[in-house]
């Protein structure tokens, strides 16, 4: 996982409670991104930042939330807002200097909305 | 819809045996590719990667070849051992950005 942590690895919530994922990085990476992986399928991008206090949305943002306060850190917050928030959730980072760029990701948070 | 796909879902290779696991692309201004591996419950793990002026790029057993005119890219894993059963997702960079575009997958299943 080469540097990447993400927790907690797995995380139950209610319906209609907000949930934050913590992603930090020691690879002194630029860019953090935060992708949504569902059974069978493959990842989808929510959130990216290349800098810090700067950020832009993916395909899916809609219900999620983030911010880049510290290079290391990008959590991701999971909104009620978000229609259908079970999934596999997965962090990256890459230098982000100039692309292309190498993605690498953190081991996953697995969110279950009970 | 989503510019790379696969062809095969799934793919079972007797241990010991070359396993290729192909995928397509439909955007030509794609000029960067890269190949994880999934294991399951983790993190995608990077294994090679081919920038589009290249069209074969080797590393341990394993090569990618890339082929613009068809839009097509594969991996190839030699001598296929248990340890490399997973999913393998290709994903390709539109030239100029930072974004990646995944497939949905391959499975590739090693038996005895």
């Known amino acids: 996982d080469g540097g990447i942590t993400q927790s907690p690895k797995y995380l139950f919530r209610k319906e209609g409670q907000n949930v934050t994922l913590s992603c930090e990085q020691n690879l002194n990476h630029d860019a953090m991104y935060w992708y949504r992986q569902d059974p069978g399928q493959g990842l989808r991008l929510i959130y990216y930042s290349q800098i810090v206090n700067d950020f832009q949305k993916g395909d899916i943002a809609e219900g999620y939330s983030v911010s880049r306060e510290k290079k290391e850190s990008f959590p991701l917050t999971v909104t009620s807002a978000q229609k259908n928030p079970t999934a596999f959730y997965l962090c990256a980072s890459s230098i982000g200097r100039q692309p292309p760029d190498t993605q690498y990701f953190g081991p996953g948070t697995r969110l279950t909305v009970l | 819809g989503e510019s790379v796909g696969l062809h095969l879902p799934t793919l079972s290779v007797q241990e010991g045996d070359n396993s290729i696991i192909n995928c397509a692309y439909s955007n030509s201004a794609s000029d960067y590719f890269i190949w994880y591996k999934q294991e399951s419950g983790k993190g995608p793990q990077f294994i090679i990667d081919?920038?589009?002026?290249?069209d074969k790029r080797q590393g341990q057993r394993v090569t990618v070849l890339l082929n613009k005119t068809v839009k097509h890219l594969s991996l190839q894993i030699a001598a296929t051992q248990p340890g490399d059963s997973a999913v393998y997702f290709c994903a390709e960079t539109l030239r100029g950005t930072d974004k990646l575009i995944f497939g949905t997958g391959t499975r590739l299943q090693v038996f005895p």
């Open positions: 081919i920038r589009s002026n290249m």
